[in-house]
Nanobody, 116 residues
Framework: QVQLVESGGGLVQAGGSLRLSCAAS????????MRWYRQAPGKQRELVAT???????NYADSVKGRFTISRDNAKNTAYLQMNSLKPEDTAVYYC??????????WGQGTQVTVAS
């Protein structure tokens, strides 16, 4: 069982920055792939960024060059640094710990609102 707690969301002006954190409980965090998703009102949840246990990263086209995913295995925490924020980035952001193809865990989400 892995429990995830996101933090760092809030209200920011367009062009601003936020850093989201996802703190994980349990052992073996370094062996877990971590992902950030977001869900805007009336839209489906979408994958934003991935960091594997080997530190490979991948991003949605809409955030490439603006968002950076990282992890600190010593702190059992994944991060999403978001720069040059746009109003269309407004959403609830969720982190997900992917253990294997059958097992994953979600955080409760953190609201990000970007004002124009």
């Amino acid at each position: 069982q892995v429990q995830l707690v996101e933090s760092g969301g809030g209200l920011v002006q367009a062009g601003g920055s936020l850093r989201l954190s996802c703190a994980a409980s349990g052992d073996n965090f370094s062996l877990i792939d971590m992902r950030w998703y977001r869900q805007a009102p009336g839209k489906q949840r979408e994958l934003v960024a991935t960091i594997t246990k080997g530190d490979s990263t991948n991003y949605a086209d809409s955030v490439k060059g603006r968002f950076t995913i990282s992890r600190d295995n010593a702190k059992n925490t994944a991060y999403l640094q978001m720069n040059s924020l746009k109003p269309e980035d407004t959403a609830v952001y969720y982190c997900r710990a992917v253990i294997n193809v059958l097992t994953s865990y979600w955080g409760q989400g953190t609201q990000v609102t970007v004002a124009s």
